[in-house]
Nanobody, 125 residues
């Protein structure tokens, strides 16, 4: 089992920045990739970004490319999501998730095996 704990959410004005953190514990050697998924009110969960645990390859949904950056600190078993130029439409609960499968590496919501509890991000206009 893998446990994931997010932190760093909050309220920010449009154009501002936030950094989300996700600390992994447990059987972390089974993780191939870690990513972020968000869910806005009344909408389905949406893939945001993913990074492979060892190789550092990353992938983003189109709407956040150039504004968000995902990074990892293997020594700390932590993944970060740096969010810049935030927009009101980025308001959502952001979930950290882990995928064990090297063939899928978390590029879709359904790929993930483990989930955190989520952290609220609210962007005011």
């Amino acid at each position: 089992q893998v446990q994931l704990v997010e932190s760093g959410g909050g309220l920010v004005q449009a154009g501002g920045s936030l950094r989300l953190s996700c600390a992994a514990s447990g059987h972390t050697s089974s993780i191939y990739a870690m990513g972020w998924v968000r869910q806005a009110p009344g909408k389905e969960r949406e893939f945001v970004a993913v990074i492979t645990w060892s190789g550092g390859s990353s992938y983003y949904t189109t709407s956040v490319r150039g504004r968000f950056m995902i990074s990892r600190d293997n020594a700390e078993n932590t993944v970060y999501l740096h969010m810049n130029s935030l927009k009101p439409e980025n308001t959502a609960i952001y979930y950290c998730a882990a995928d064990r499968n090297p063939e899928t590496w978390g590029r879709r919501v359904v790929d993930y095996d483990y989930w955190g509890q989520g952290t609220q991000v609210t962007v005011s206009s």
